[in-house]
């Protein structure tokens, strides 16, 4: 199985930036599309950015087009998103996978411990 480690979360102030990554175990990573995801508190699971295996294409829920930017090393088995111009409502623990479909919710692997973004003044 698959390991996933996201790392980059922290607490930052409505306009600023992080950068998140998600280290995977296997190299296989390559194979697969990868998404971010994130819940926040007391809310569902929802897809903010996914990106085919081969780093093109990148997909971006409507809320954070524009701000955030999917990326991708498949040498190092490595998934980034950058994220600037952050907002209150991007408060989250944010989640990378391997999606079964494109901008789908359900994944391969069992998920990481996720990192935690906080935006607030």
């Known amino acids: 199985q698959v390991q996933l480690v996201e790392s980059g979360g922290g607490s930052v102030r409505p306009g600023g930036s992080l950068r998140l990554s998600c280290e995977a175990s296997?190299?296989?990573?390559?194979?697969?599309?990868m998404a971010w995801f994130r819940q926040a508190p007391g809310q569902g699971r929802e897809t903010v950015a996914h990106?085919?295996?081969?780093?093109?294409?990148?997909v971006y829920a409507d809320s954070v087009k524009g701000r955030f930017t999917i990326s991708r090393d498949n040498a190092k088995s490595t998934l980034y998103l950058q994220m600037n111009n952050l907002k209150p409502e991007g408060t989250a623990v944010y989640y990378c996978?391997?999606?079964?479909?494109?901008?789908?919710?359900?994944?391969?692997?069992?998920w990481g411990q996720g990192t935690q973004v906080s935006v607030s003044s």
């Open positions: 996978n391997a999606p079964f479909a494109r901008f789908g919710t359900q994944t391969i692997w069992t």
């Open positions: 296997d190299r296989t990573f390559g194979n697969y599309d």
């Open positions: 990106i085919r295996a081969n780093g093109e294409g990148a």
